[in-house]
């Protein structure tokens, strides 16, 4: 996920202040274990008695996700109230100065956050009790979120077997929470912080939202106020990553980066600033299925309950923000014969009709952009989902954004890989490619010399020029080595 983290195929990892649901598989994170270690769990629960006036408590469940650890606290009261207390995972070697700013700047904005939609918005989500960002915190040892526990379970957990009926009235909730959120808008692309006295403001996203070290400082280090500069400028962080990738020779480079290069191309084409002219709303950091919560599911009008799981929440351009929930979206991997494709196709219509029908109602006057943004989203959807994906989905998902492109026939017709060819062979691709295959041989050359123990496929191009003036005088005059000058 390189700046959006809605994906189909990963999300935040762990529903906070919900219902525990089953971690199923037997695979335990070993982060898991060193955090349960770190934390003071008695400092903890000895804070939230303190803060609610209460004299003891018990801690009840626990479970996680990829980024953080839940516990439920049962207070010893009449009300019999249950705290949630989120700590985000601890690195199993501990906090450097580098994680331990990543991981403060997230809790500060998230909590921001929450305080923002709370305040500001009717979306129902879990109240902040109290929280630190320290990762030295005195007494607990780890930064942490108190919160009130919601009712209802996961969405996710109920809605492949909810009737069309009830998935209307959970589709038309999710409309209005789209609408709050669209209707919070902010100057600049960033995430939203708050420095007291009510005063939120955006700041670079200076939290860990991918791993890519490039992509990461142009998210990090500064705000956008242009939805196409901040994509072109992720777009150009790619292509630069696929240069400077710690594989140097070892595997061929010149389709990956003329696949980014024209994913680059696409963007001033799919994102429409006239959207942004009233300024940059707040996505959820991944509004899935896991992280709406609902009750009454056996009724005919199912409520949704809370949104939780706001971490990685930023600002963003409307055509980023204007995608169908991705549990009404077929997965990447799906075969043509899924029979929840139908579903989909079905939910997708519903939505677009409640969205047409609620935009309107709040802005008769507004000629409903919103709904027209939602209703074509697709290239915009592909086209995130085709750059910020990390696994096998990646190749499926810029198929589809080339037939999208250019026609359904783009891949019998095989124009896609005669696109591609002609950037490379006689385009505007030809020097960096011929660059890249002059790499890829002078990497096998070295190999063949040196062998595996000393040209190991991981080199950065730095090591690997170090590595050939060490052993220079082994290669012979007129090898690609020789002439290039490595």
Known sequence: MVASPAQPVAGSGVTSASIPTCNC?????????????????????????????????DWGDQLNGSYNLVRFLHLHDQQNTTIVA????????????????DISNQ?????????????????????????????????????YILMSKVDGE????VWDTMEDAKRDAVLRQVVDILLELS???????GALFNTGKATWHIQPMSFRIVDDPIVHHVISTMTYTSGTDY???IANANLESIISQ?????????????????????????????LDVPGFPLEHGDFHSQNIMVTDVESNNPRITAVIDWDLTTTVPTSSFAQYPLFIVDHPAWKDEEPLRARNIRDQSAFDKFMQEAELTRNPAGGQPLSRAFANCLGVYLFEQSLCSSDGSASVLLTQLFKHVFGDDVVETKLLSDYL????????LKNKVERFQTERQVWCEALETLGEGLVSPDLSRSAFKALMLTHHDRFTVGESIEVVGY
């Open 183 to 189: 209707s919070q808008r902010f100057d600049k692309i």
């Open 154 to 157: 996961p969405l996710s957990s």
């Open 86 to 101: 989120r700590i985000p995972l601890h690195p199993i070697d501990g906090w450097d100065s580098e994680s331990s700013r």
């Open 421 to 428: 060819l002609a950037l490379m062979d006689k385009g505007l």
């Open 25 to 57: 598989d037997n695979w335990i994170d070993p982060q898991v274990d060193v955090t349960v270690a770190g934390v003071n769990w008695d400092a903890l629960s000895t804070l939230a008695c303190r803060l609610h006036k209460v004299n003891s408590a």
């Open 231 to 233: 994509w072109i400028a």
């Open 246 to 274: 710690n594989n140097f020779g070892c595997i061929p480079k010149d389709i990956p980066y003329a696949e980014a290069w024209f994913m680059r191309s696409l963007i001033p084409a799919l994102y429409n600033p006239e």
């Open 107 to 143: 809790i500060a904005s998230e909590v921001a956050t929450m305080q923002y939609i709370e305040t500001y918005t009717k979306i129902p989500i879990p109240h902040i009790i109290h929280h630190s960002t320290d990762v030295d915190c005195p007494g607990v040892r780890s930064p």
